[in-house]
């Protein structure tokens, strides 16, 4: 399994940025592929996940209203739209695949290096 985060960098509060992910390796199903963000000193945090079979999608409730997951089934692509960025954003951002819907979304088997965000003026 192949996980490629793109899109990060820095940004001032109040600003935007879309992260991609590119996967690949596999051809099987999955229940969902996502976002967690790890901050330095800071414990792992789900950001969000789109589901497979219907595009559900759930959020982590520190971005619910201000980040939008999607995905381009032709590409096998995600995107994760971030608005309304905050200093307390910045971290680490990998992207993520579940395999099983056992236990929580953001309980991911297998993830990608990660994208850096910084938010600061």
């Known amino acids: 399994v192949q996980l490629q985060a793109s899109g990060g960098g820095l940004v001032q509060p109040g600003g935007s940025l879309r992260l991609s992910c590119d996967a690949s390796?596999?051809?099987?199903?999955?229940?969902?592929i996502g976002w967690f963000r790890q901050a330095p000193g800071k414990e792992r945090e789900g950001v969000s996940c789109i589901t497979l079979s219907d595009s559900a999608t759930y959020y982590g409730d520190s971005v619910k209203g201000r980040f939008t997951i999607s995905r381009d089934s032709a590409k096998n692509t995600v995107y994760l739209q971030m608005n309304g960025l905050r200093p307390e954003d910045t971290a680490d951002y990998y992207c993520?695949?579940?395999?099983?819907?056992?236990?929580?979304?953001?309980?991911?088997?297998?993830w990608g290096q990660g994208t850096q965000v910084t938010v600061s003026s």
């Open positions: 993520a695949i579940k395999f099983l819907r056992v236990g929580s979304w953001w309980d991911f088997d297998s």
């Open positions: 390796g596999f051809s099987y199903n999955y229940f969902c």
